[in-house]
């Protein structure tokens, strides 16, 4: 959510009143983040995120976008995409729309593909206890759960066959044992991938970018409450305990050390499971999704860090935190985790 592309208020006024929200009263970049172009914008109509998207392309995009609409269209609180009134919405079965039919939440700001959504209420909690993590995982099995039926189908584009193209890219910057742990654990990620166990995962749609910072609970309740989750632009189709191993690895993890965290993880762990309960071969293939999860950022890092853009308030997240991640849980692949029950979903910490 850096600024890498500048937008004048008179254009960004120029798309709100297109789209029926305007006049626009305010435009204020946001800090934070590495990939697109984030502006706060308020209008007379209410308080908005205007992202323009810097490597995504509009082939990719309504995936994103009608996701989103579909997820909130079913109750789930995530940021509602606003649809220009001039284009008729993408009707049919995705296979029958033709590639480069116009998207009607996808619009065009300073040169780039464009999406106005609507601004969550609340803030993000960076030091979540128990009561937080049980509210994200509850919405997370909510948001597996509500995608089952979205039509559309687009990979993970930052999933195994990314890793395997970028590892290349960035072993030239390594020193010797990260450039072995960077190796060794891509071979044992395409050997899992190539099992019949993995194979067998449940999947769909998934957010896999579910970090704390792109989730949000109101201000001043007793208990934490999840008002939504955003930033849906890394979504693809892909394994729903890759989505819960990401979300692992954020939340229930102590950012000094990159340590496990039992109680944090019980907690997210046992409220997904009252909603979908995993299966025989989540719960024995899980260990090795949180070391794929902890692979997939720390590769992404690697790459933002030593081949960065240039933008104002651009801040590249350290890869060392990936790499703590990721020898911890390749130094604990048994745990400490949670044994849950298949049949009650009760954690107990190991």
Request: include cysteine; charge should be negative.
């Amino acid at each position: 959510m850096a600024v890498f592309t500048e937008v004048g208020f008179d254009e960004a006024d120029a798309l709100v009143r297109r789209l029926g929200l305007g006049p626009l009263t305010a435009l204020r970049g946001i800090e934070g983040g590495i990939e697109n172009t984030n502006y706060f914008a308020s209008t007379a109509s209410g308080e908005f995120v205007l992202t323009l998207f810097e490597r995504l392309g509009p082939e990719q995009l309504p995936y994103y976008l009608c996701l989103m609409k579909h997820l909130a269209s079913r109750g789930i609180p995530v940021p509602g995409p606003v649809a220009d009134p001039a284009i008729e919405p993408l009707g049919g079965h995705p296979l029958s729309i033709p590639v480069n039919a116009p998207c009607e939440f996808l619009h065009r700001v300073a040169g780039k593909p464009a999406a106005l959504v609507q601004r969550l209420e609340g803030r993000s909690e960076l030091a979540p206890t128990p009561a937080h993590c049980a509210e994200l995982g509850r919405l997370l099995a909510r948001m597996h759960q509500a995608a089952r039926d979205f039509p559309r189908i687009q990979p993970n584009l930052r999933g195994l066959a990314w890793w395997n193209d970028t590892a290349p890219v960035v072993l030239p910057y390594l020193e010797a044992p990260q450039a072995a742990l960077l190796r060794s654990e891509l071979a044992y990620q395409n050997h899992i991938a190539e099992s019949s166990a993995y194979a067998a995962l449940p999947r769909g749609p998934i957010h896999a970018d579910l970090f704390r910072d792109n989730a949000m609970f109101a201000i001043g309740e007793a208990a934490p409450r999840l008002t939504g989750v955003f930033d849906f632009y890394f979504a693809g189709t892909d394994t729903w305990l890759f989505d819960l191993a990401v979300c692992l690895n954020d939340w229930a993890i102590d950012l000094p050390t990159g340590r496990h965290d039992a109680l944090r993880a019980a907690a997210l762990l046992a409220a997904y499971a009252t909603v979908r309960p995993l299966t025989g071969a989540e719960r024995a293939l899980l260990p090795a999704m949180l070391r794929a999860a902890a692979l997939r950022f720390w590769i992404s890092r690697l790459w933002d860090f030593h081949l960065p853009r240039e933008a104002s308030m651009l801040k590249a997240h350290d890869p060392t935190h990936f790499e703590r991640v990721l020898r911890e849980r390749s130094r604990a692949p048994a745990g400490p985790l949670v044994s849950i029950s298949a049949d009650s979903g009760e954690p107990q910490a190991a």
